[in-house]
Every structure is written in structure tokens, then in C-alpha cells.
């Protein structure tokens, strides 16, 4: 995950030293990269601070006459969404989401949009201030662009935030397995209240039946993975600062659900929207935001030490492929079940009488396991134990002596002596607390 994150740095980096070499007519890719060396070691020297996407990377670009000049390629990938769990997903330029593209408040744009799909597509601006016939409706404002063709979009960024792009030609299908990504336009004078870190994440939500391959566009509610970035827990990188930083975090939505994103540890400020930043009056604290389908929150905090579950409240969003409308086990007495059943199914085991978190002890033994190709419910290894989560949660992980600008993972948090909660008793009867009827 380090060596992805320098890459991830790079790449973001290359784009800022070819945005300062505007009179290049037309930089490389592989120029920008070689840059990005340079670049990343005198930070002073960036125009913006660039967003880091969760699992994710930038696109690069090329500058052609003083246009910003970036290509998308439409496409089916081979995407992982954790160790055991692959899919034949459509994306761009070979991920999903596609690459976060990042720009200047005030920057001409041409975007390049090759269709190597087997059917046709377009690419919506979501959010984004443009001229009706770029806006990429297909059949609206433009001819869907079909197999094996390339369409041009070019425009000027008239605003500054958090925004998104996805597919409006078949949408339902090709959101649902995977076509999206962020566009970030950073401000032309800088940002009101400098900022440290600056992260994003696209929400999503897939049905990858146990034992398939293929998501599946026609379910509603009751999908089997949530994820940010598309990935699971815990294969979603960690928000990392330093100590009194100020992070941002632009929390996207291109799922068929309401998220509502909740931060341990501190009382973010929600601050902008796909609406743009919002005035300073407006912002407000609060501890879960929830961010509806097709919208975008933007939330700064200052980094308090310590490792701070960052997750969707939802708790079915916080696990993996999980059955629904099963009968509660839950204070059913199954003893002796096992055996029977085990006539016909071998290895049952009867489990959910005292709960259901025996259920990642199960699966970490190696019981039962499910269908190929299908992820536990609950997963996930802390310093203390199994952690039982899945799916919308990763972690932020704040320490005070972390260089600035190194996004790398520093491991679990050495709490120091006297903040973790430890065991006083194991004796039921202990103390003597007040308690009201009890059956
Ligand atoms: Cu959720």
C-alpha cells in the first residue's frame, strides 16, 4: 500500500509540474512523472495542495496550447474489491473508480473520452458550470458516443470544489458496476483556511451475489458490498495526518443509498457540497453527515491523536455479503440442530443463539466457508481483537510525529498508559448498579 501511495503522490505531483510548465505545449506523461520527483521534494512550489483518493490515484494530463488536456478511457476491468473477492467491473483508464481529475479554478479543460465498452456511453460533468451541449446527456446534449469512438469535452472551470463525473447513456447499468470518479477543481486564489491534508472518496454500493462475478444492476436495496473507493474493509486505505493538521474529506455519493458518515474522535465542521464551499457562516459541527444519493459533503477536522473509526452508520453498510430476510436465530436454543442438518449440508454449524459475532471467530477458523468468490460478513484484525466490520468503515489515524505530507500507513496506535479501557471485574454480580425490571 506504501509503494501504491508514492505512486498515488507522484502521479498527483506530475500534474502539478506540468501545471507549472504551461508553455510545454505537450508534456508527457512520462515527463510529468519524472518531474514529480522533483516536484514532490519542494512543495512550497505547488499551486494547491492535491487530494489524495482512498485506494485511488490522479489523472494526468497534457498542457496543448494552454488547455489542460485529459483522457478517460471507458472500460471493463478486473477489479478487487479485497483479497477473495474479484469482479468483471466497467470503470476508466483500467480502475474503478476512474482516476480523480484535478484542475484550477479558471483552467480551460478538454477531456478525451474513448469507448471501449461494447456499448455506447457518455460522461456527465456532475455539478460542474458548463455550456448545455458539454453537459453529456446522451441523446439530450450530445450523440452517444459509440464503441471504439472518442469524444472531446472541453470547457472552462468556472467554479472551485467537490464534484463528480459519471456516465448519463444506460446509466443504471453503468454506475452500477463501477463508471464514476471525482473531479476536484481547486480554487484560483487559494483556499480561505489552509488546509493540511485533503482526501476524497466515492460511495458505492454493488450486487455481487455470493459465488458471482458480474454486478448485478437490477437490485435496489438489498445490496451485498458497500464500499468507499470500491473497496471494503479492510482493504480501504486510512485517513493519516499528523496532529493538529486540518483535514478535509469530500465524501461522494453515487450509490442507490443514503450514507450517513459518521467520524469518531472529533466534531468535524461540514463545509462545501457539490454546490461549492460553502460561506464560512454556514458551516457547522457535527459528528455524522449524511450524504444523500448524488450529493457531495465536504467536512474539515484537526487531527486528534489516536486510531478513530470512520464509517456509514448503517450497520448492513458496514458488512459484507450478508443474507437478508433470513429467520432470527436469536434466542433459539439449536443444540442437536447441527447434527441433522449436517445429514444433508456437511460442516453446518447452528450459530446466532447468543449473536452474531461468533460469526468472524467462525469464518477466521476457516468454518464453513462461503461460496468462492464471497467475502465474510465480518472481518478485520485490531490490536485488540477482531474488529467485526465489513464493508463503509476504515479508520483515521492520527499520530504526532508523522512527517508532513507522508501519507503511508504508521500501523495501530500506541495508546499511552491509563487511556484504554481494561477489565475491572468478571463477576456478573459485581457492584451494585441500579437496575429496573428485568425479566
Ligand atoms: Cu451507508
Not at 79 to 97: D, L, Q, R, S, V
Not at 162 to 183: L, R, W
Not at 235 to 263: C, F, K, Q
Not at 349 to 354: N, P, V
Amino acid at each position: 500500500m506504501t509503494s501504491r501511495r508514492e505512486f498515488l503522490s507522484y502521479t498527483g505531483a506530475g500534474a502539478l509540474a506540468a501545471s507549472l510548465a504551461p508553455t510545454k505545449t505537450a508534456m508527457s506523461v512520462e515527463t510529468s512523472l519524472a518531474n514529480a520527483a522533483s516536484a514532490s521534494q519542494s512543495k512550497s512550489n505547488q499551486p494547491y495542495l492535491p487530494c489524495q483518493t482512498l485506494n485511488g490515484w490522479t489523472l494526468p494530463y497534457k498542457m496543448k496550447n494552454g488547455v489542460k488536456e485529459f483522457h478517460l478511457v471507458a472500460e471493463e476491468v478486473e477489479h478487487e474489491f479485497a483479497p477473495g473477492t474479484t469482479a468483471k467491473c466497467w470503470g476508466y483508464n483500467g480502475t474503478t473508480p476512474g482516476p480523480t481529475i484535478e484542475a484550477v479554478e479558471g483552467d480551460r479543460v478538454r477531456i478525451l473520452v474513448t469507448n471501449r465498452l461494447k456499448e455506447h456511453t457518455t460522461i456527465h460533468w456532475h455539478g460542474l458550470l458548463l455550456p448545455s451541449g458539454m453537459d453529456g446527456v446522451g441523446g439530450l446534449n450530445q450523440p452517444q458516443i459509440k464503441p471504439n469512438e472518442t469524444f472531446a469535452y472541453e470547457f472552462t472551470l468556472k467554479q472551485h470544489g467537490s464534484h463528480m463525473y459519471h456516465p448519463h447513456a444506460d446509466e443504471m447499468t453503468q454506475m452500477a458496476v463501477g463508471m464514476m470518479g471525482m473531479f476536484i477543481i481547486h480554487p484560483k486564489n487559494g483556499e480561505a483556511v489552509p488546509i493540511d491534508r485533503d482526501y476524497c472518496f466515492l460511495l458505492h454500493n454493488w450486487g455481487i451475489h455470493p459465488g458471482t462475478y458480474r454486478p448485478d444492476p437490477s437490485i435496489l436495496q438489498d445490496f451485498d458490498l458497500w464500499t468507499m473507493n470500491s473497496k471494503v474493509f479492510p482493504y480501504i486505505d486510512p485517513v493519516v495526518a499528523r496532529t493538529g493538521e486540518r483535514v478535509r474529506v469530500r465524501m461522494a455519493n453515487l450509490s442507490m443509498w443514503n450514507h450517513p458518515l459518521h467520524m469518531h474522535g472529533v466534531q468535524y465542521w461540514v463545509t462545501g457540497s457539490d454546490g461549492g464551499r460553502w460561506p464560512q457562516s454556514r458551516w457547522r459541527n457535527d459528528t455524522t453527515e449524511i450524504v444523500a444519493v448524488g450529493q457531495i459533503r465536504d467536512i474539515e477536522f484537526i487531527a486528534v491523536p489516536g486510531d478513530w473509526a470512520f464509517h456509514c452508520h448503517m450497520a448492513h453498510h458496514t458488512m459484507n455479503a450478508m443474507g437478508h430476510e433470513i429467520p432470527n436465530t436469536l434466542g433459539v436454543d439449536q443444540s442437536g440442530i447441527d447434527k441433522e442438518i449436517q445429514k444433508m449440508l456437511p460442516g453446518f454449524m447452528a450459530m446466532g443463539e447468543h449473536g452474531m459475532a461468533e460469526h468472524q471467530e467462525h469464518t477466521d477458523m476457516g468454518h464453513h466457508p462461503g461460496p468462492r468468490n464471497t467475502l465474510a460478513m465480518m472481518t478485520g484484525k485490531g490490536p485488540y481483537g477482531n474488529i467485526e466490520m465489513g464493508g463503509m468503515f476504515t479508520t483515521v489515524k492520527v499520530r504526532d510525529n508523522l512527517a508532513k505530507g507522508d501519507y503511508s500507513d504508521p500501523g495501530w496506535y500506541n495508546a499511552p498508559v491509563g487511556t484504554v479501557a481494561a477489565r475491572i471485574s468478571n463477576n456478573p454480580d459485581f457492584g451494585n448498579p441500579i437496575r429496573r425490571k428485568i425479566t
